[in-house]
């Protein structure tokens, strides 16, 4: 795997492209532009030496003939200055403070936290930087994880501290920061057979509070809804280093296949760097479409958001196999969606005495007790 | 000379008398009595109703006060006061004392209160909840001294009891009055009620009269017990132009109905069937009476009193059959559009206004006539439903929206393509705007007693339905302009403040030299762009234009520009130094010959005799090859075609003499307050584009 990140000097020189692909053709009387890859699901195409899926060859031209795109590329340069200082000055700034930064550039401005977001992204893809390399930093925090595993990570005042994720934390388990990199975060020792990330946190705590991570010898990982590119990259690390299978237990509706896609696939906006975040070798676990027919759980009618997410689905090249196609095309005619706590119908203890041990079983050919 | 009869003693005299007065002290919710919060809105508007309807008879421009009080006990006190032609002293009791179908019952043509059965009504939920009587001041032009009275009813005889009547001397009824005027009425009543502010109030109720009401002034005080002022409100009238004085008309055959002909044919004096068609209904001549009796197989000789039920029936059914002439139009007063448009724009305060006066029509045999006003954006809120503003004959209606004809004319067109919300196609719909509707006719169908809701009727509606459109298609194309502008104003933001600051920040940071931007500023816009702007200067009472054409092409381009402005007798142009030439009226054409790549003209002129707020946006057309965004290419066979009205016109003016005015003792009792714009302006344009 080719290194992670680059120089200071590297990362100034690459956002400087930018800078020059603009003034080059206003030198030559055109319009100044920057030029990225589509950043939809028509674009992305599965990579066979990688097996993840990566950003294809479309190209979309942003260039100033619209307001719009004057607006975006002015702000690339605004953001270009603004990284430029942070690495000379070695400081680094959440998103979230750099949308607030942008209130004082005047029509560089961005208008929501969102356009903030996705121009770094943008920055990323072009300059193939990370934006780590940029000293920016995302406010949303990573995942919890409670299990008995070891890890190493460097406080701020420079130290190594060991934590393990059963006897030094609390019950609300470990939390994963947003730098999860082997300069941050090493990776000690193990004592577990597999990792079960969780989709959400009211299930993750009934799965704590009933010792499943002890009694199946496995580590719990929150997912906090979508997750974050931290929990993606710890994930893909655990199954690297460690050899340990990654099990995703998540609600049964088309958002939950969405929150599988980005762990075992790649996530569609994050394309450029699947390799470093997706994990191949996940298992879906379930909820599955026919869990609600087999265990009679309580469900909900789709919505029409729904529906329509699901028929999205069919056309993305992340599901394109027999299994999610017949997961999609079930959940589609059954009209229903069930949530992970619609277990909770047979008792608090049913999940982790004979849901999870019977899908362990019949998925990935594990016996617990 | 002549003496005449007072005016005030002749519209007395027509006043004929019913006796319902028992029947409504069972009834008070028919007229509006029915909540403590309507009952004084409901006395506001028959004082104010019968003020506006007198004045017009007068030909007086209104000045009306309304003084509200919060007096003990959950009482108002209530005080209106106008500079009418005041009551005569021997009518007063029959005014005030006695439930009147008013002087307009059998003579058909277009007034406010209607059955003017109102204002007893008030006097009589003042003695019923209160027991006071009401107090009544009354000056008229004949006599030099005033009469004061108080007034109480014996409903049983439907009798007024006068009390404590005195005359008041000329000063004492100024000092009284406030006013300096030598004639007016004042009317003092107590009763219980409450006084509430919003979208059903006194407040609103007055609002909404102003904007119908142009030529009048009127004004509201509310004062609480403390003294304290509770709400206030003052509409200044925008014209001195009075509602054109109506033509009484007879009642046509084909808007009969079974009960009015048997009373009319009871009431008769005429001797023959034959005689009274022809003298009692309009557009009945003899050769018509004579087809009328044929069909209803009836002799012409019968006396019209004693005619059975089934020959009553044969002479209905007869009248449909047989071809009549429809009745004549100008016993219709319409605001006319200018006007509405003045009164919406003192009330409402909107980017955008378009009205239109339909011309009259008739349905069942009553002439009607119906104009629709629109006023967008501005301070106007945009979440939430529009607000309506129903009229019937100038008078507001404020309850019962859902029922009206009105309403579901509004309803049932689909505003989504004029670019008004309105989820699925139907019902009021939303988004900055309001929308006032008219309905002027000699006979207003209400679906109740409390007159509130326009019943049904195709015709109506359909009309109603033409005139939304028009209304409509205006407002599109006003969006449309303002989307043109958006649109160019953004690619000038671009040119002119993204793009230098791409140049700078790109070149600094790479420390190279900054690029030409003039070949990138082509490139980008690659169209003719024209930006118009119109600025009132308060201090020389100017209307300053500003046409601004900008070639960003490759390639020099030459167009002729034409801008429509308000062109009526009293406005002129004033300061216009390139000249050019009139095309049309209110169409004024300038040549530019020659505008280089990356250059800009400019057309600068100055309009005088216009007021504050008459003009805001020009309208600017083009003539030449090229699209210039922001601006539309002139219709060439439209601009012919109004050249030729235009000429038209002048042929006929020539061979007409204007009428003289039939106001004659107005102009000392009001001073004037307004130079107001002709009616003509925009007419010119309005109709063609």
Redesign the interface.
Known sequence: MKERTRSKEDTIQAL?AV??E??DR??R????RMTLPVRSKKNINFDERLNVYKYGKKKTIRD????GS??Q??RA??V??FM?EMIEGQKSSTLREMYYISEGW???KFGSQNESNNLAEDLEIVTGCLREDFKLRPEEDGARIIGNLTFEEKNRRGEWMRINCRDDVGDSGYGVPYNVESEKLRLLSHDIDFMMAIETGGMFDRLVENGFDESARCGLIHLKGQPARSTRRIMKRMNEEWGLPIVVFTDCDPWSFRIFASIAYGAIKTAHISEYLATPSAIYLGIDSDDIKAYDLPSDELTSRDIEALKAEKSDPRFQNQEWTDQIDLMLELGEKAEQQSLAKYGLDFVTDTYLPEKLRQKLGIHIG | MVVKMDKAQRIANKQKQISISEFFEKNKHFLGFDTHQRAIITAVKEAVDNSLDACEESRILPDIHVYIKRIEGGKLELITQDNGPGIPRDSIANVFGKFLLGSRFHAIRQTRGQQGIGITGVVMYSQLTTGSSTTVLSKIEAESTAVKVDLALDTKNNRALKSNEERIPMEEWFEESGMQTLHGLRIKTVMSAKYQRGRQSVHQYLRMTSIVNPHATIRLKVIGKEGEIVDEGEWVRSTSKLPRPVVEIKPHPHGMQFGTLQRMLKNTKERTVKSFLRKEFEKVSPLVAKKILEHAELDEKRRPAGLPVESIQSLLAAFMEVKIQSPPVDCLSPIEDLLIKKGLEKAIDSRYAATVTRNPSVSQGNPFQVEVGLVFGGDLPSDGTVELLRFANRVPLMYQQGGCLLTKAIESIDWRRYGLEQPGGKGVPKGPAAILVHLASTNVQFTSEAKEAVSDNEEVHDELRRALFEVGRGLQSHRKRIGQREKSR??F??IN???P???S???S??G?EP???S??IT??MNAVFCEEEVIWEPREKLAKCSIKIYNYTARARAYTIIAKWPESDSTSIVQNERGGRKEARGLWAWRLDAIDPGSMASIDFTVSGLNKGDWKEAEVFYRGNGEVIGSEKIDEALLEEARKQERLQEVVEEFVVPSASTSSHQKDTVSLDSNIVSSEIWEAGDKLF
């Open positions: 400087h800078a020059a603009m003034h206003m030198m009387g055109e319009p100044p100033a003939t619209s307001l004057a607006h590329l002015l340069l605004f270009t200055e430029e005047g029509y560089g | 953004e690619k933001d671009l403040k993204i793009l600051e791409i140049a920040k790109s070149s940071m790479l190279r690029p030409d931007l070949p990138i490139k980008i």
